[in-house]
């Protein structure tokens, strides 16, 4: 497999967004999972590659999922649920992965590429929530040897509230 991660900006998302869209779709029909639908307006979408770093997960020129990295936490994590809280941090969200490629090793991917750019980019620590109700995720993040950091209550880009587990590893 030759997977790649690169960058994309704000004018070049446009299929990562259908990416989304497409897990969304999926997490409602196989799991009853909805916190991807609708999934947040491509206009906020395009803020992240603004403002964050969104990148295109491509296996021989064919994209087959994305991600998001900043050094911002996506939603007020209290301080206090970190190992140290003065590590310098990088913060996921938006991972997805093509639908039929799930359970294929592109995750696990994906986690060992952000771990590896977090380094790269001198942190300490990667750290990220996942859906409460999400227990397939959950039990893939547990495998792969994160910390579970706590449980909080949040409001996500659209204004809809959801329970969610903090993650975090130290790097």
């Known amino acids: 497999m030759g997977y790649t991660a690169s960058k994309r900006g704000p004018d070049d998302i446009d299929d990562l967004y259908a990416l989304i869209v497409a897990c969304g779709e999926d997490m409602w029909r196989r799991l009853g999972l909805d916190h991807w639908k609708p999934p947040i307006p491509i206009e906020m979408f395009r803020e992240y590659?603004?403002?964050?770093?969104v990148f295109a997960?491509?296996?021989d020129g064919a994209l087959v999922g994305t991600?998001?990295?900043g050094f911002d936490p996506p939603e007020p994590y209290p301080l206090e649920r970190w190992s140290d809280a003065t590590h310098k941090a990088i913060y996921l969200n938006k991972l997805a992965v093509r639908p039929n490629l799930q359970q294929k090793g592109l995750g696990r991917w994906c986690m060992e590429e952000i771990e590896r750019l977090a380094a790269a980019r001198g942190c300490q620590a990667l750290?990220?929530?996942a859906l409460t109700r999400n227990a397939p995720l959950l039990d893939f993040y547990d495998h792969l040897g994160y910390r579970r950091a706590g449980d909080m209550y949040v409001y996500d880009e659209i204004n809809r509230g959801w329970d969610i587990v903090l993650y975090e590893k130290v790097l």
């Open 49 to 53: 590659a603004r403002t964050k770093q």
């Open 57 to 59: 997960v491509e296996n």
């Open 67 to 69: 991600f998001t990295i």
């Open 127 to 129: 750290r990220f929530d």
